[in-house]
């Protein structure tokens, strides 16, 4: 390699540098490669993952960021993500000076006022970060993420079921619907919208629940169409996934006909602190836990005897708010627990839906909602 040739130069503030790769460690393995690119008047960090490509910007020092970007000399070059996240942290606060050696193997120098790092580097491509695509909607960065919030709970912890580690994200017909499911509880939420614009999405777990993390809270979220990816990006920021070849399931048909439906209520305040109560006594995991519901005239009772506590009996009487007739459900404390703490705020009582002791139920309260928690009962024989 000729001396001179591949040569990068930068002075950056180690925290601006740092917060931007704490993003990226969300989603890089410490084996996987990272790409410094300098360009202009902007520092591109690039990172490729099994199944996420993730892209940062740090431009020169602006009115509301004190990023100390000075570019000397511009290349482009990879390092090892994991050594080079771990080198910026031990790296003292302040004024970093990072620079490639032009040594037999090239080498990335990172030096701050009292000590000098160095790791092993190689020359590579520019990858263009930030390419446009065909945008299908523009949301702001809180809602999006309260929104998310709503739903994510659902979403399926099993690995061997990827089409259920993502949120469903879709417009039609000037509808938003927003929904995860792991098959044994759903949330849904449906709201009309003027956005006109059509999409189909699923939206990775680690993007859905952090939305705020990486894009902050005040941004504007883009969200773009590549010829096989989708693309979320906001002022800084991007990231990208492979598009999905299967459809999700159509979840409507499992929302029984709510004329049919029968609703329990009970106070909210003391279900939940039984709840609560159940799952720490239970030793069967959170997806193991069964209780049994036994409606009756004006009281509930909740009973865990023979249901898999090896230790504990439980039994505690509440009465209802109003009177049905008599059925028993077996349910997962965890899902409904989980359902009424995504209820809407000022919730005082919550409801029960249900249709029979096999079919999905409904988790709800007094105060009207766009989301919808549905739930399935554990058979028991």
């Not at 704490?22 to 410094?36: C, D, G, P, Q, V």
């Not at 092993?120 to 390419?131: D, L, Q």
């Not at 939940?272 to 009756?296: P, Q, V, Y």
């Amino acid at each position: 390699m000729e001396v001179g040739t591949y040569q990068m130069k930068i002075i950056i503030n180690q925290q601006s540098l740092l917060a931007a790769l704490n993003k990226m460690n969300a989603f890089l393995r410490s084996s996987e490669m990272l790409t410094l690119s300098t360009k202009s008047t902007s520092l591109y960090l690039f990172g490729k993952s099994i199944s996420t490509n993730i892209s940062s910007e740090i431009k020169l020092t602006t009115k509301t960021e004190e990023t100390g970007l000075e570019i000397i000399e511009k290349s482009t070059i990879q390092v090892n993500f994991g050594a080079f996240i771990k080198a910026i942290r031990e790296s003292e606060r302040g004024m970093l000076e990072i620079k490639t050696s032009n040594a037999e193997d090239l080498r990335l120098v990172i030096s701050s006022s009292e000590f000098e790092i160095d790791i092993f580097a190689k020359n590579t491509e520019y990858h263009p970060g930030f390419v446009q695509g065909k945008k299908v909607g523009k949301f702001e960065s809180e809602s999006l993420s309260k929104l998310f919030k709503e739903v994510t709970y659902s979403i399926s912890k099993l690995q061997s079921r990827p089409l259920f580690n993502h949120v469903h994200f879709k417009l039609k017909d000037n509808q938003l619907l927003i929904e995860a499911t792991d098959a044994r509880c759903m949330a849904r939420y449906a709201a009309e919208t003027s956005q006109q614009t059509e999409f189909d999405l699923l939206i990775p777990e680690i993007v859905s629940k952090n939305i705020n993390k990486f894009f902050g809270k005040e941004g504007v979220i883009t969200i773009e169409l590549h010829d096989t990816e989708i693309c979320i990006k906001s002022k800084g920021m991007s990231i990208e996934w492979e598009l999905y070849d299967k459809e999700y399931p159509d979840t409507q048909r499992l929302i029984p006909d709510r004329q049919e439906m029968i609703s329990y209520e009970i106070n909210a305040k003391s279900f939940k602190t039984a709840l609560r109560r159940m799952i720490k006594l239970s030793d069967g995991g959170d997806d193991n836990t069964t209780i049994r519901l036994e409606f009756s005239g004006n009281t509930v009772q909740l009973i865990t005897d023979n249901l898999g506590f090896s230790l504990f009996n439980y039994h505690q009487e509440l009465p209802l708010l109003s009177e049905g007739k008599k059925i028993t459900l077996g349910v997962n404390p965890n899902y409904i627990l989980n359902a009424i703490n995504h209820l809407p705020k000022g919730s005082e009582v919550v409801k029960l839906v249900v249709l029979s002791e096999v079919r999905p139920f409904i988790v709800e309260s007094e105060i009207s909602s766009n989301t919808l928690h549905l739930a399935t009962p554990i058979r028991m024989n």
